[in-house]
């Protein structure tokens, strides 16, 4: 894609563009592009959106940004619901600069482009015999992407996907592309493990993949008190990869449950492959009943534990125990991947895990408006109320342990690593979802999640970066401590006139209390406004939406 239709853009940027189009190196940009997350949740408007092929050309981008005064921001999948990609300045996509450059069956180290899909990625793995030792529930990401938010899968024999990295190659904001490792350029290298794109471009990845494997897993669900009664003993130590689904109105859990099969033994006849049956979620029948089911909860919000009781029980099964086990053997490619379903706000959270169970009950008392007396009462403690509020299920839960591979003397803990630095993290997932792209009604989302955050808050969380959330820089600061002055040391060291900052950067990290006066970056893109998001009808009376909009720069 190289485009010289650039009419609209101001004379200046027109006059540099074309200075610099005689070094043989394109310039593959194109204007009147519209951004849009993968839920929906925001869109935007850039002045360019660039999609480069080779690292001559990402360093030509970002040369030419830095004469022409502009933010650069780079972009893969969207699936943050967050508007952390959002901007009016210049897009960059690695959609195209996507190759795997050398892949060692041997030693399992893989070098690959940064815009490289995680599926892609996998493909390639797998073509050699190899795999990624743990993923997240979807598989769209860019590798630079999942390492840029810290994205896991939930295992206590495994943290984040970025402990797989071995070293990296980032285009800095002076248009230099800099190797770093634990050896290496260290500081670069453990800022760059979880970035959120404040450093520079991430432009390429060397892994350290596994012997190809598949999963034999098996599932069931459960009343809620039996996940809390072997919380502590055999839960999250029954398989390699364990997760969990919780259903807070019927207190109810789906517990999953993998372990390995070595490709040998799938070559072998030993154990062959078998898929379970769709489920009714993701047949096409269950996907439309959800979706309608969901919209009409947005006008009738009591019928929502219906719902969850009618559309679950049909999923999972209305029995308790091992009448709704269901089992498969498959490639870990697929046993990893989840249907996201729809539009979506997820809020994400990791707390110490041993406080699991006490974070469940009291958000189960909080939303059932338990009292005293009632089966399962706690004192929840939240400062919020909870009447006339309804919220949609599951709650995702999964763990993991960045203990057990990384660590700060190794040099491979990102500063930025939301999850205890002395034990395994537990991951609590609210999801709210979007029916046909419309929010949730009488601020549901702003609720829930307000109660949320509190609670979180209260039990010593950290928000998962490419998630929804609502934490200040000053709060950032007081709980990752030296971490977090050292990540602001590399951001400012490698970008100091910002020009990977834009308002997601300053809301969330720099703020008063790394700035002092929180002044302006020279490259750093400010100011918006927030527009209704597209099919958002309003009742009388109702508030605007909290979270979804038109970014407007």
């Known amino acids: 894609m190289t485009s010289t239709n650039f009419t609209t853009l101001p004379i200046e940027v027109r006059t540099a563009i074309t200075a610099n189009s005689s070094n043989g190196t394109p310039f593959r940009a194109r204007t009147a592009y519209t951004h849009r997350t993968w839920a929906r949740t925001f869109s935007s408007l850039p002045e360019l959106f660039i999609q480069p092929e080779s690292l001559a050309e990402i360093e030509k981008v970002i040369t030419l940004a830095r004469q022409c005064r502009r933010r650069l921001t780079t972009v893969g999948s969207g699936h943050s619901p967050s508007d952390l990609t959002c901007t009016s300045s210049w897009m960059l996509n690695l959609d195209s600069f996507n190759r795997v450059l050398s892949v060692d069956p041997a030693t399992g180290l893989c070098t690959v482009e940064a815009g490289i899909r995680l599926y892609q990625l996998s493909e390639a793995l797998d073509a050699a015999g190899l795999a990624m030792p743990s993923l997240g529930s979807i598989n769209d990401q860019s590798i630079a992407g999942a390492i840029s938010t810290g994205t896991h899968g939930s295992s206590l024999k495994h943290g984040l996907v970025s402990e797989t990295i071995v070293a990296m190659k980032v285009t800095m904001a002076d248009g230099k592309t800099r190797a770093c490792s634990a050896e290496e350029n260290p500081e670069l290298f453990r800022a760059a493990l979880l970035s959120v794109g404040a450093l520079g471009v991430i432009t390429e990845v060397t892994l350290k993949a596994v012997p190809a494997f598949s999963l034999s897993w098996s599932q069931a669900i459960d009343a809620d008190s039996k996940l809390f009664d072997t919380w502590d003993t055999s839960l999250w130590k029954q398989a390699e990869f364990v997760r969990v689904w919780w259903f807070p109105y019927m207190r109810r859990a789906v517990v999953w449950h993998a372990d390995k099969v070595p490709k040998e033994d799938i070559d072998s006849g030993k154990v062959t492959h078998h898929q379970p049956s769709t489920s009714f979620q993701d047949s096409k029948l269950g996907y439309i009943l959800y979706q309608n089911l969901l919209a009409l ?77 009632d089966p399962g009462y706690v004192d929840h403690r939240i400062p919020f109320s909870a009447e006339g509020l309804w919220v949609h299920s599951p709650v995702e839960v999964r763990v993991s342990d960045t203990t057990v591979n990384a660590s700060a003397a190794a040099g491979n803990r990102p500063y930025l690593d939301i999850t205890p630095d002395d034990g395994p993290a537990l991951y609590l997932n609210a999801t709210m979802y979007r029916p046909y792209y419309r929010d949730p009604t009488r601020e549901a989302t702003e609720r829930y999640y307000r109660a949320f955050e509190w609670l979180m808050r209260d039990l010593g969380g950290k928000p998962h970066w490419a998630k929804t959330f609502t934490v200040t820089p000053s709060e950032f600061a007081t709980w990752y401590g030296e971490d977090w002055r050292q990540f602001c040391k590399v951001r400012n060291e490698v970008d100091p006139e910002g020009m990977f900052v834009g308002p997601w950067h300053r809301r969330n990290l720099l703020g008063e209390a790394v700035a002092g006066e929180a002044k302006k970056l020279a490259l750093e893109e400010v100011g918006f406004e927030r527009e209704l998001a597209w099919g958002w009808v309003p009742r009388d009376g109702e508030p605007e939406p909290g979270y979804a909009g038109l970014v407007v720069w």
């Open 297 to 373: 909860a947005r006008w009738f919000p009591r019928i929502t534990p219906w719902i969850e009781r009618f559309v679950f029980g049909l999923n999972y099964g209305f029995g308790n125990g091992e009448v709704t086990r269901v089992s498969g053997v498959q490639p870990s490619t697929q046993a990893f991947l989840l249907n996201c379903l729809y539009s979506q706000f997820v809020n994400e959270w990791a707390i110490p895990l041993h406080k699991g169970p006490e974070a469940l009950q009291r958000l189960a008392a909080w939303l059932n408006r338990l009292q005293p007396g």
